[in-house]
């Protein structure tokens, strides 16, 4: 069976964003899933401070890209920024489209930080 790719769109936000991710990992096994945290244009100082987070609890398993890069393999988190805020669905969307190129994820979720 396939992992479950998790979306999880953030805006400005660094206390909530934690809390999910930290909520994730006490809850779910890590061989199950895959992250996509998709930052929809947060401030710099914001994206730094998440950015610095993921690396420092992933960095076996981490990756951050920019929309419309493409990886080939599929880290356990990744931090995807866009440039601008795109709104809920599009924000989303993105992530969607971002995990939908790997073979080995066989559901998606959206999770509402």
């Known amino acids: ?3 479950v790719g998790i979306v999880i769109l953030n805006y400005n936000n660094t206390i909530e964003i934690r809390e ?3 909520s994730i990992l ?3 096994p ?3 899933i895959r992250c996509v945290v998709v930052d929809n244009g947060s401030a710099a100082t914001k994206r730094e401070i998440i950015h610095s987070y993921l690396e420092s609890k992933f960095n076996h398993s981490y990756r951050r890209v920019n929309k ?3 990886c080939d393999t599929l880290e356990d988190m990744t931090y995807l920024c866009i440039p601008q805020n795109l709104g809920y ?3 989303n969307n993105e992530g969607i489209d971002f995990l939908q190129h790997f073979d080995l994820i ?3 979720m959206i999770l509402n930080s």
Request: hydrophobic content about 25%; some cysteine; charged content about 35%.
């Open 1 to 3: 069976m396939g992992k």
């Open 20 to 22: 999910c991710i930290e």
């Open 26 to 28: 006490k809850y779910t």
């Open 30 to 32: 890590l061989d199950k």
């Open 68 to 70: 419309g890069e493409r």
């Open 89 to 91: 669905a599009c924000g």
């Open 106 to 108: 066989s559901h998606i």
